[in-house]
């Protein structure tokens, strides 16, 4: 096992790291930005260094200075969290690279792999996974595209090749769209990733986004944690996450979880992962692979009673998952809300500021992940994600009740999501689970 683990990353993430570390016994390594010297994970860790200035580019994305760290600080292993480096192939790359530390993640030949979206969707077809209806090879002029939408009808989304999360995507409805559609993607896939080639799929009005959680060791292994529902979103970015899904049955659970680690051992793929679907009438297909831990890990850890995080740094260690597929059993509902430092009444624009009041829930079924306190200065150098409030409970419906009673004691002292939160809550559409992901974009009127 590790002796010392350095957590290339900051908040709520790296305390979660952290804590996984301090059960199994390892010494934990902060790095620190300019403005982030009195932050939670800076005084949570057993050792903490200034790896540069506020600017994430300057310090968090610094790969020379965090392997620097590493060295000095004779880290045996680097868990790199969500953001960031988490899903740079080039960085997993020099500490694979690097004598005597451990990536804990997957291999950078799985993260590149899998990182290509067209041949992620070739590995998914190998291994008989449905993909979404769309090319598996890049597509270079409009003409091509334009036959796609005489193909699969319109409309169709035409996506980065090294995109995800929703950047570079462009929903085409009609040919006269297609030219600029496709130019806009190709630069948004050059600026944000560095790569221009673009595809295209069928564009799913209404679907639920699923995912199943992945985790798979070095000696064979892969099983799946069930599944998470994703569709509360607003612009690309999750609202409230939750697991099980409400748009799945049994049958459907189980057949998108074998789906999912038939991909993944296809792919050679190891520690954890998610597989992202989209469902839409009874039927799933392959959208893409997350190569990293996931914000909303959390609520597939409350339904299993699992630790991923503890298993990706046991897995990364060589060890064997101490558990079957059979003995992996989802219990009860949970939901996380993530508590950001955004004013819902301003469209959601950032409010850092001083914390001048913070004071999280508790009780039975409630866990508040975050890496704050009182007093402290919410930086707006980084993510606007504050806190995490995940909430437990036997069924779905208990889940909402233990949610708005968790959120109604939730105070914070600068402007944050809570209220929106609270709004969700006593949203029919959304207690009922029939939301999509279209839903907040089409019936949340923005006030920008
Ligand atoms: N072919 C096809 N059809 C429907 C889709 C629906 C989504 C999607 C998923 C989740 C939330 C969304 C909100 C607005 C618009 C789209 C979404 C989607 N996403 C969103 C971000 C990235 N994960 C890919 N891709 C799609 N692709
Ligand atoms: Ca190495």
């Given at each position: 096992?590790?002796?010392?683990?350095?957590?290339?990353?900051?908040?709520?993430?790296?305390?979660?790291?952290?804590?996984?570390?301090?059960?199994?016994?390892?010494?934990?390594?902060?790095?620190?930005s300019d403005a982030d010297r009195s932050a939670?994970?800076?005084?949570?860790?057993?050792?903490?260094?200034?790896?540069?200035?506020?600017?994430?580019?300057?310090?968090?994305?610094?790969?020379?200075?965090?392997?620097?760290?590493?060295?000095?600080?004779?880290?045996?292993?680097?868990?790199?969290?969500?953001?960031?480096?988490?899903?740079?192939?080039?960085?997993?790359?020099?500490?694979?690279?690097?004598?005597?530390?451990?990536?804990?993640?997957?291999?950078?030949?799985?993260?590149?792999?899998?990182?290509?979206?067209?041949?992620?969707?070739?590995?998914?077809?190998?291994?008989?996974?449905?993909?979404?209806?769309?090319?598996?090879?890049?597509?270079?002029?409009?003409?091509?595209?334009?036959?796609?939408?005489?193909?699969?009808?319109?409309?169709?989304?035409?996506?980065?090749?090294?995109?995800?999360?929703?950047?570079?995507?462009?929903?085409?409805?009609?040919?006269?769209?297609?030219?600029?559609?496709?130019?806009?993607?190709?630069?948004?896939?050059?600026?944000?990733?560095?790569?221009?080639?673009?595809?295209?799929?069928?564009?799913?009005?209404?679907?639920?986004?699923?995912?199943?959680?992945?985790?798979?060791?070095?000696?064979?292994?892969?099983?799946?944690?069930?599944?998470?529902?994703?569709?509360?979103?607003?612009?690309?970015?999750?609202?409230?996450?939750?697991?099980?899904?409400?748009?799945?049955?049994?049958?459907?659970?189980?057949?998108?979880?074998?789906?999912?680690?038939?991909?993944?051992?296809?792919?050679?793929?190891?520690?954890?992962?998610?597989?992202?679907?989209?469902?839409?009438?009874?039927?799933?297909?392959?959208?893409?692979?997350?190569?990293?831990?996931?914000?909303?890990?959390?609520?597939?850890?409350?339904?299993?009673?699992?630790?991923?995080?503890?298993?990706?740094?046991?897995?990364?260690?060589?060890?064997?998952?101490?558990?079957?597929?059979?003995d992996v059993e989802i219990d009860g509902h949970?939901?996380?809300?993530?508590?950001?430092?955004?004013?819902?009444?301003?469209?959601?624009?950032?409010?850092?500021?001083?914390?001048?009041?913070?004071?999280?829930?508790?009780?039975?079924?409630?866990?508040?992940?975050?890496?704050?306190?009182?007093?402290?200065?919410?930086?707006?150098?980084?993510?606007?994600?504050?806190?995490?409030?995940?909430?437990?409970?036997?069924?779905?419906?208990?889940?909402?009740?233990?949610?708005?009673?968790?959120?109604?004691?939730f105070d914070v002292g600068v402007e944050t999501?809570?209220?929106?939160?609270?709004?969700?809550?006593?949203?029919?559409?959304?207690?009922?689970?029939?939301?999509?992901?279209?839903?907040?974009?089409?019936?949340?009127?923005?006030?920008?």
């Open positions: 096992m590790f002796e010392t683990l350095l957590v290339a990353n900051r908040g709520e993430i790296a305390v979660r790291v952290m804590q996984a570390c301090e059960e199994l016994g390892i010494e934990t390594v902060a790095v620190y939670g994970h800076v005084a949570y860790a057993d050792e903490a260094y200034n790896i540069g200035p506020a600017p994430a580019n300057e310090s968090y994305l610094d790969g020379d200075a965090i392997l620097e760290v590493a060295d000095r600080a004779g880290a045996d292993a680097i868990h790199p969290g969500y953001g960031f480096l988490a899903e740079n192939a080039a960085f997993a790359e020099r500490v694979e690279a690097a004598e005597g530390i451990t990536w804990v993640g997957p291999s950078s030949d799985a993260m590149t792999a899998l990182g290509e979206k067209t041949n992620a969707r070739r590995i998914m077809q190998r291994a008989d996974v449905p993909v979404v209806p769309g090319t598996t090879e890049p597509v270079e002029t409009a003409a091509e595209v334009r036959d796609l939408g005489a193909e699969f009808g319109y409309p169709i989304a035409i996506k980065a090749e090294g995109g995800g999360g929703g950047r570079g995507m462009k929903i085409v409805r009609s040919d006269d769209e297609v030219d600029d559609a496709l130019t806009s993607a190709k630069r948004e896939g050059e600026a944000y990733f560095g790569n221009d080639s673009v595809y295209v799929e069928k564009f799913l009005e209404d679907p639920k986004h699923v995912e199943v959680q992945i985790l798979a060791d070095e000696h064979g292994t892969a099983l799946h944690l069930g599944e998470r529902d994703c569709s509360l979103q607003r612009r690309h970015q999750k609202v409230i996450e939750e697991a099980p899904s409400p748009a799945l049955d049994a049958g459907l659970r189980d057949s998108i979880g074998d789906a999912a680690r038939r991909g993944v051992r296809e792919a050679g793929y190891t520690n954890a992962g998610t597989v992202e679907f989209l469902v839409e009438d009874s039927q799933f297909y392959f959208m893409e692979v997350n190569t990293r831990i996931q914000v909303e890990h959390t609520v597939t850890e409350e339904v299993t009673g699992i630790d991923i995080v503890r298993e990706q740094i046991r897995i990364a260690a060589g060890a064997e998952l101490p558990f079957a597929q059979a949970a939901m996380e809300f993530r508590i950001n430092a955004e004013n819902p009444a301003a469209g959601f624009a950032p409010t850092p500021g001083t914390l001048t009041a913070y004071d999280p829930p508790g009780g039975l079924g409630v866990r508040i992940d975050d890496a704050i306190a009182r007093g402290d200065e919410i930086a707006g150098d980084y993510d606007s994600m504050i806190a995490k409030l995940i909430v437990r409970a036997p069924t779905r419906e208990r889940c909402l009740e233990r949610s708005r009673r968790a959120l109604s004691q999501t809570v209220p929106f939160h609270r709004l969700m809550l006593a949203d029919e559409t959304f207690r009922a689970g029939g939301h999509t992901t279209s839903y907040l974009d089409q019936s949340v009127e923005d006030d920008d």
